[in-house]
């Protein structure tokens, strides 16, 4: 699978418009595309979103569209649920994200005093 990519920054936003023409034998998967162009772009991908894959019919060149935040916070902020969710590793972190604010609170809980 080869990427080439085009990179224009969103300020408003906070974050970075990435285009990429893909030439695989196949459709490439959402997975596959946002572990690759995060490694190019030597970015967290959490931060990765894919917005759109296009390939016409029978032939081996791809176009794709990704977003790429600055942060989580503003990810969760902008970004379509369903296109968080599509994308895949990216609820699996906010998830395991939750859980870690969850069992804090439960450490956090003051234990009743014994009345005795």
Request: aromatic share 4%; with cysteine.
């Amino acid at each position: 699978m080869d990427i080439e990519i085009e990179k224009s920054r969103n300020e408003l936003l906070c974050r970075t418009n990435v285009f990429a023409k893909i030439k695989s034998a196949k459709t490439v998967s959402r997975k596959d595309l946002v572990s690759k162009v995060s490694a190019m772009l030597g970015v967290d991908k959490s931060l990765v979103v894919v917005d759109k894959i296009a390939q016409n019919f029978g032939e081996k060149n791809a176009s794709a569209y990704l977003k790429v935040y600055d942060d989580a916070k503003k990810l969760k902020e902008i970004e379509l649920k369903y296109k968080i969710k599509r994308t895949g590793e990216i609820e699996e972190v906010i998830d395991s994200k939750k859980e870690k604010v969850i069992e804090s609170k439960k450490e956090e809980v003051i234990k009743p005093e014994n009345k005795e």
